[in-house]
């Protein structure tokens, strides 16, 4: 009995041992589960405050654009008046030298502020879009993806077009029409980070861009009133080469072939942004102020820098100089110099206080010399409503006993996306330029644009757009009266299909009508076109 009782007891000292062994693992193992939901936790509030500040306190925010050269000024590109609308506050965006149906003639497809003035006049449209000349939108595009992590990438693309026009030297009587083909392959190589520069590209290829990505600038913006976050400095060097051959069925003395050479870059150092833009190009295409099709060259170099002085202050300055060669026409030189102050108050809005001192030249002309003065804000009221805009004044000043002038300039526009699916943009601008046809006489464009983009089943885009211009040419530089006044009305709706990543088919028709006091340079223009886009 004895031993019985000491082997009980043995048998229930260990079970009792054991027992306690087990249930000090399972409280240390539970302890430690604590112990690392606990410190997980903070790690993700940490990282959470952290994301929060970034997104409050936007000490990142770098100046972007066109170029993302920082600037608050924006600058003509001459292209084709293009409808304007598409893709996120897009290239692109923007002139009047050979380009689509535009928005605003004489203005950048930008909505961004301060266009320069390029001797742009409203031009009709040519057949197809210059490639180049950059459209507001940039579909998203998939290129290549062995080279997304290459230093250097290669992109090729190519446009075609077909369609008729019914009026293809812009007359008042002896309408002449023709079916009009184009051919727009396009090369570029770019170094560093040149993925915005490629979807630019894309959305000049394809014709218009995606709703769908949010509010972005135009593809034309070359302001730092375009700031946006950027999560790296962007240093890269972009050439691009796009000749466009037209084809005319029955009026083959028309036919042409036109070229597009464009290099830009940018280099980002510890406080200091530099930037460059040379672009070169031949038209052909119509032209309003001259009234028929004109071969013309535009040469234009630009030069940019940008000072970081503090996370919310820089300044600006920026010289471009200009030259149009017309076959028929008068010739003219421009150059120009931008210096502004610009502060960003908060996170969603940047103040701008600028100058500009310009210096024209025209063929047979009196020289002249102007100053503007503005005032430029952009305000992201929300991720889906955005306005910007500059107003000012200026004074030019006209030789050789040219009479001087004083008239109020301004850029405006607001873009807005209620659905991930919808973007509704509206642009306003006013400027002041030489004529290319009447001597002596200056004209100032007042203009308004408004496009609307809809996408259905993530495929399909309806675009349209509506614009009106009023081209006033003032009185005579030397002192005579002789006037005229355009008023020209553009409507352009199209529908779009992306039949994969890198490739759309668009249908669409364009019709100009302008209204001049000169009878003979009254015209309407009707045009309808199929249009094929392909990106690799």
């Known amino acids: 009995m004895l031993r019985r009782s000491s082997v009980e007891s043995t048998f229930r000292l260990r079970f009792f041992r054991i027992g306690c062994s087990r249930t000090v693992v399972a409280t240390g193992m539970f302890l430690l589960f604590m112990l690392a939901q ?18 409050l306190f936007p000490s ?23 409808p304007a609308p598409t893709q996120t506050p897009t290239p692109p965006n923007e002139n009047v030298e050979n380009v689509e149906p535009s928005p605003l003639p004489g203005t950048s497809e930008s909505p961004a502020p301060l266009p320069i003035p390029n001797n742009a006049e409203p031009e009709l449209p040519e057949p197809a879009t210059q490639i180049g000349t950059g459209e507001q939108g940039v579909p998203e595009v998939e290129v290549n993806l062995k080279q997304k992590n290459k230093l250097i990438k290669f992109v090729f693309g190519v446009q ?8 293809i030297f812009i007359q008042s009587h002896n309408r002449q029409s023709d079916f009009v083909f184009t051919l ?31 509010i972005r600038r135009f593809s034309g913006d070359r302001s730092a009133v375009y700031w946006e976050p950027e999560e790296e400095v962007r240093n890269f060097l972009f050439l691009q080469y796009t000749p466009t051959l037209t084809l005319f069925a029955e009026h083959g003395s028309q036919n042409a072939l036109d070229h597009y050479l464009s290099l830009q870059g940018q280099l980002k150092l510890a406080y200091l942004t530099l930037g460059n833009v040379t672009t070169f190009q031949t038209l052909s295409g119509a032209d309003v102020d001259l009234g028929g099709r004109v071969n013309r060259s535009i040469f234009s170099e630009r030069i940019d820098a940008a000072y970081d002085y503090s996370d919310r202050t820089f300044f600006a300055v ?65 991720d889906k409503f955005t306005v910007n805009g500059n107003a000012g004044i200026e004074f030019r000043q006209v030789q050789s006993g040219g009479q001087d002038t004083t008239n109020p300039v301004f850029q405006l526009s607001a873009d807005y996306k209620p659905f991930d699916q919808t973007l509704i943009s509206l642009k ?16 100032t464009y007042s203009s308004i644009g408004l496009a609307f983009e809809q996408r259905f089943f993530k495929r399909y885009y309806l675009n349209l757009y509506a614009g009106y211009v009023n081209a006033d040419y003032s009185a005579d530089l030397s002192g005579n009266n002789a006037r005229r006044t355009d008023d020209i009305i553009s409507v352009s709706p199209s529908v779009r299909v992306e039949l994969t990543k890198n490739s759309s088919l668009q249908i669409g028709y364009e019709l100009w009508r302008d209204s001049s006091t000169v009878a003979d340079r009254s015209f309407t223009v009707n045009r309808v076109f199929t249009q094929f886009g392909l990106l690799f």
Not at 38 to 55: F, L, P, W
Not at 60 to 76: C, H, S
Not at 335 to 349: C, L
């Open 60 to 82: 990142e925010l770098k100046l972007t654009g066109d170029y993302a050269t920082g600037l608050f000024f924006g600058f003509l590109q001459p292209e084709e008046m293009s």
């Open 184 to 214: 727009s392959p396009t090369m570029a190589i770019g170094w560093g980070e040149v993925r915005e520069e490629i979807r630019r590209l894309a959305g000049d290829v394809f014709g218009r861009g995606q709703v769908g990505e949010g």
């Open 428 to 443: 306003a601008s006013r400027l002041t330029t030489n004529s290319e046809s009447s001597a002596g006489q200056n004209i």
């Open 38 to 55: 606990m410190t997980s936790g903070q790690v993700a509030e940490t990282e959470t405050r952290e994301r929060d500040s970034k997104s």
């Open 160 to 167: 075609v077009r077909g369609g008729f026009d019914d009026n």
């Open 318 to 382: 920026n010289l471009l100089g200009t030259f149009s060669s017309y076959e028929v026409g008068f010739n003219s030189n421009e150059f120009v110099n931008e210096d502004s102050i610009n502060y960003r108050y908060g996170a969603r809005t940047l103040f701008s206080l600028a100058t500009r001192f310009g210096y024209l030249q025209v063929q047979d002309n009196p020289d002249q010399v102007y100053e503007q003065f503005l005032l430029g804000t952009r305000y992201l009221v929300s």
